[in-house]
């Protein structure tokens, strides 16, 4: 597999006719038919396919992300047919809207259109709806995802620009979902257009009933977010102390106001757990034992498969996000956090010594999951998950997650709290280790001791678990500076706020004394430092990490750091844990986006005529 993730923004031409542009598009169905539909393809295979593609026709290198999009449609074609239209869900632009006199209305989740006869919107969307589509008129995949994990639809067909495309589905593909898209012709903001044509063709996609071809991991992210529906907690993680219902809205002082004292806490951490979060800790840890017991989780009979998971496995799911939530609610604290979810914080709403309170609540929550003595469904079970062994091993692996997390976090607040600001490469790297790595090592621990003897994989899940975190930690660092003009509240908050990041330590190692000492007085105190506002404090630091080459540099080391994840799973020998370790490479690993590089030819090519294997 290349490591390189080079973006592919810059490569987003359409095609100048609508002859070239239909020749084009049954060459990729041509193409798609030959591939092999056993696994979604990835982002780095479509192009690879694609690029073969171009040198094969002699065509432009820019037509390569159109090219993509198209690969894309054709590979799920079938499978979105599969899918019958009431659980599909269709997506439209906001920019193909006739921009002058434009009546409608925005809500949180897009746009309202009214059929004006402005544009072809409203044509589109009663088409859809007429065949019973879900329509929604947005940009981006976040909610996408919601709606899809939500198991609202099963599949996505959708017009977009070139570049909102490679947004929005990327994680959508990856995740086995059916997509089929028609790129705008252009990718201006105000009054765009499109084949409508081949937007007619692919809303009116007929229904063909098919068993699933493609193995797809949404079935387990659905399992893994139905954990915390108040149905399942009640089930799995009984409360102790009060039945009120959890609702709609987060709890607040006034509202445990009436409840009885003892319960409040209780009522306050169950809340906390089922509210927000992409689950993707306990995701991994129920991926993981699927895939060492077969991976039907992710075939056709897949949602038999999931109501068949074993207990024991799901509270175990359950009780290392109880842990992640107890970290969350300590490390606002820490940092003075505001919101999280949407939501005040919990210190925020209930103060700094009932939010510790809780936080040690979800704590010993996590523990009672594990040491409940009818954890398993069956006396089968009890034997081969719920013995002394398992139990002891579990608790192990998520105690020193525990701790290493702390040592993580407990170096930074030292840091951040001495007055000494230089900070070396190597010494940031050890922190990011410890933060963000364990969480990755427990889960897949779990989920992999549960399903049998995890001791031949626990060098290869240490090994891919400290590379990811490292790797997912800087793209979290330069997420807060790349791609972003005016330079986003949390890489101030990063910067002034004293925590350690790999990218001041760069910095710091690629400067001269004179831009070390420059650097360094930009985070002194007030009374110590020239009076600058903090948003010309920001502007500086980013031009010296720009003179530095720093997120060059980081970059570089996330491709380094991935391209050692991939090797280890390019090493195991189970085949569905080897492409549970690409997916979470290809969905954990996402790229801020970058200024336009220059093209360079990733030099690899794939034969059309046999199937794209991993």
């Known amino acids: 597999m290349p490591s390189s993730r080079r973006k592919t923004s810059h490569l987003k031409d359409v095609p100048e006719t609508l002859e070239l542009r239909e020749s084009l598009r049954a060459r990729c169905d041509e193409v798609a038919s030959k591939l092999d539909h056993r696994s979604p393809m990835t982002k780095d295979e479509m192009e690879r396919v694609a690029r073969r593609m171009i040198e094969e026709a002699d065509l432009p290198e820019g037509y390569l992300g159109w090219l993509m999009v198209m690969l894309s449609s054709s590979f799920w074609k079938d499978a979105l047919a599969a899918v019958p239209p009431e659980r599909r869900l269709f997506l439209l632009p906001h920019c193909l809207k006739h921009a002058e006199g434009c009546p409608a209305e925005y809500d949180q989740f897009g746009m309202n259109c009214k059929e004006c006869g402005a544009c072809s919107i409203a044509d589109f969307r009663g088409l859809a709806e007429e065949m019973g589509y879900r329509v929604l008129v947005a940009e981006g995949s976040p909610v996408v995802m919601k709606i899809i994990v939500g198991g609202y639809v099963d599949a996505v067909v959708g017009v977009a620009c070139l570049n909102v495309l490679e947004k929005a589905i990327d994680k959508v593909l990856l995740a086995g979902i059916p997509c089929m898209a028609v790129p705008l012709l252009s990718s201006d903001c105000r009054n765009t257009k499109v084949d409508e044509a081949w937007v007619d063709q692919m809303i009116r996609t007929p229904y063909v009933p098919a068993a699933q071809a493609t193995r797809s991991y949404v079935h387990l992210m659905r399992a893994a977010g139905d954990l915390f529906s108040n149905e399942s907690l009640d089930r799995l993680a009984p409360r102790l102390r009060s039945q009120i219902p959890l609702g709609d809205d987060a709890v607040t002082l006034q509202s445990v106001g009436a409840m009885d004292?003892?319960?409040?806490?209780?009522?306050?951490?169950?809340?906390?757990?089922a509210r927000g979060g992409k689950h993707s800790r306990p995701f991994i840890t129920l991926a993981a034992y699927d895939a060492m017991t077969g991976g039907l989780c992710t075939g056709p009979d897949a949602d038999q498969a999931v109501a068949e998971l074993p207990m024991s496995v799901r509270r175990a799911a359950i009780s290392i996000e109880t842990f992640h939530k107890a970290s969350l609610v300590h490390d606002d604290i820490e940092d003075d956090d505001a919101y999280r979810y949407g939501q005040l914080a919990v210190h925020r709403r209930?103060?700094?010594p009932t939010a510790i309170n809780v936080g040690d609540y979800l704590i010993g929550l996590g523990y009672r999951l594990l040491s409940r003595?009818?954890?398993g469904d069956t006396d089968a079970e009890k034997v081969k998950n719920g013995d002394a062994s398992a139990r002891a091993d579990l608790v192990d692996a998520l105690a020193a997650a525990h701790l290493r997390l702390s040592e993580g976090q407990g170096a930074e607040l030292l840091w951040r709290d001495t007055r000494d600001r230089r900070l070396?490469?190597?010494?940031?790297?050890?922190?990011?280790?410890?933060?963000?790595?364990?969480?990755?090592e427990a889960a897949l621990l779990c989920g992999i001791r549960l399903a049998g003897d995890a001791e031949p994989y626990r060098e290869a899940i240490r090994t891919f678990s400290r590379n990811m975190?490292?790797?997912?930690?800087?793209?979290?660092?330069?997420?807060?500076?790349?791609?972003?003009?005016?330079?986003?509240?949390?890489?101030?908050?990063?910067?002034?706020?004293?925590?350690?990041?790999?990218l001041w330590a760069l910095a710091l190692s690629a400067l001269d004394e004179d831009?070390?000492?420059?650097?360094?007085?930009?985070?002194?105190?007030?009374?110590?430092?020239?009076?600058?506002?903090?948003?010309?404090?920001?502007?500086?630091?980013?031009?010296?990490?720009e003179k530095a080459k720093v997120f060059d540099t980081a970059l570089a080391l996330v491709d380094k750091h991935q391209a050692r994840a991939e090797q280890v799973a390019d090493e195991l020998d189970v085949e569905e844990l080897r492409r549970l370790f690409y997916f979470l490479v290809d969905t954990v690993l996402e790229r801020p986006e970058m200024p336009t590089p220059a093209v360079v030819s990733l030099g690899v090519t794939v034969p059309l005529q046999t199937p794209v294997q991993r």
Request: hydrophobic letters at 45%.
């Open 350 to 352: 209930f103060g700094l």
């Open 373 to 375: 003595s009818d954890w």
């Open 515 to 545: 831009g070390q000492q420059e650097l360094l007085s930009l985070v002194e105190p007030d009374e110590i430092r020239d009076h600058m506002t903090e948003a010309d404090r920001l502007a500086a630091v980013r031009r010296l990490y």
């Open 261 to 273: 004292a003892i319960a409040a806490t209780e009522h306050i951490a169950y809340d906390f757990l």
């Open 424 to 440: 070396t490469p190597l010494d940031a790297l050890k922190v990011y280790a410890l933060k963000t790595s364990p969480a990755f």
């Open 469 to 502: 975190g490292v790797a997912f930690q800087i793209l979290n660092d330069l997420g807060d500076w790349i791609g972003d003009d005016s330079n986003k509240l949390s890489a101030g908050g990063d910067v002034f706020g004293g925590r350690p990041t790999l």
